[in-house]
């Protein structure tokens, strides 16, 4: 699903990530944890394509066999659209908008017909547990209900792959719980993969997988 290989980046000739390789599995649920600064919002960056590594000819970044480091940026913007749910710590609702509108924005950009994608984002809103809130705006809903808002938002394209940086930094420990029982569930039932950067050490825990990432290497891949 993911193949990275000697993943090098370099801000202002400081270098930030020194030689990343790693492999993830389709439907697996990895965690990154690491100090602050150790480079893992880099790192996810560019997994997700956000971001390019350096050009190093000995480098490699596939996602389902498709090499995006070579895709120039529309492609690489529709192919992100179509396979790649990004949640982050902040998750950047609309607020003119309603919960469901919110969810369906990014469907619409991919050109999805309207009427399948609200029939999706309220069967995923029903999956989270807040669809009696499908109409409200942000404002009037909680953080946790927020985040699940955008968790509905990241899976409406069901893409094949999930990036998460600090998903549940901002939430009370029971609507941080919830969210992760919640990947976990996504995962077992539509088989998504999950790369999470976290300092939850529950969730690290919980993952398949807790990578960890130090001065720009990762410890134990
Ligand atoms: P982490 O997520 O582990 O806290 P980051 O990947 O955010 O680490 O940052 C790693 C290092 O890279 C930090 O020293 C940070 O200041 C630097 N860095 C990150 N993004 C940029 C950028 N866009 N420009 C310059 N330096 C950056
Ligand atoms: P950290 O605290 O680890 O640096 P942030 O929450 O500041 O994490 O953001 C992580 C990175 O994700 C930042 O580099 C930011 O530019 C990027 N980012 C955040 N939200 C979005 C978004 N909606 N779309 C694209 N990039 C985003």
Redesign the pocket.
């Known amino acids: 699903m993911i193949i990275a290989k000697n993943i090098r980046k370099t801000f202002n000739n400081t270098p930030v990530l020194k030689g990343i390789d790693l492999h993830i599995k389709k439907g697996e649920i990895v965690a990154i944890v690491g100090p ?1 600064g150790a480079g ?3 790192l ?2 560019i997994l997700s394509t ?2 390019k590594p350096d050009e190093i000819k000995e480098s490699e970044l596939r996602i389902n066999s498709i090499s995006p480091i070579e895709l120039n940026d529309k492609k690489i913007s529709e192919f992100r659209n179509e396979h790649i749910g ?1 949640v ?5 609702l609309l607020p003119e908008f309603t919960a469901i509108e919110n969810v369906c924005i990014p469907a619409y950009i991919g050109n999805k017909k309207a009427e399948a994608t609200k029939q999706r984002a309220l069967e995923l809103l029903d999956f989270l547990g807040i669809k009696n809130k499908a109409e409200s705006k942000p404002n009037q809903l909680s953080g946790g209900e927020q985040q699940r808002v955008a968790v509905a938002r990241a899976l409406i394209n069901q893409p094949a792959i999930v990036f998460a ?2 998903p549940s ?1 901002n939430l009370d420990t029971e609507s941080a719980a919830n969210l992760h029982d919640l990947f976990f569930e996504l995962r077992d039932k539509f088989d998504q993969t999950f790369v999470i ?1 976290t300092h939850n050490e529950k969730l690290a825990n919980m993952a398949d997988r807790k990578l960890t990432m130090r001065d720009g290497y990762l410890l134990n891949e």
Do not use: I, Y
């Open positions: 602050s893992k919002t880099t996810l960056q956000l971001d990004f982050f710590q902040f998750h950047q940086d600090e930094g950067v």
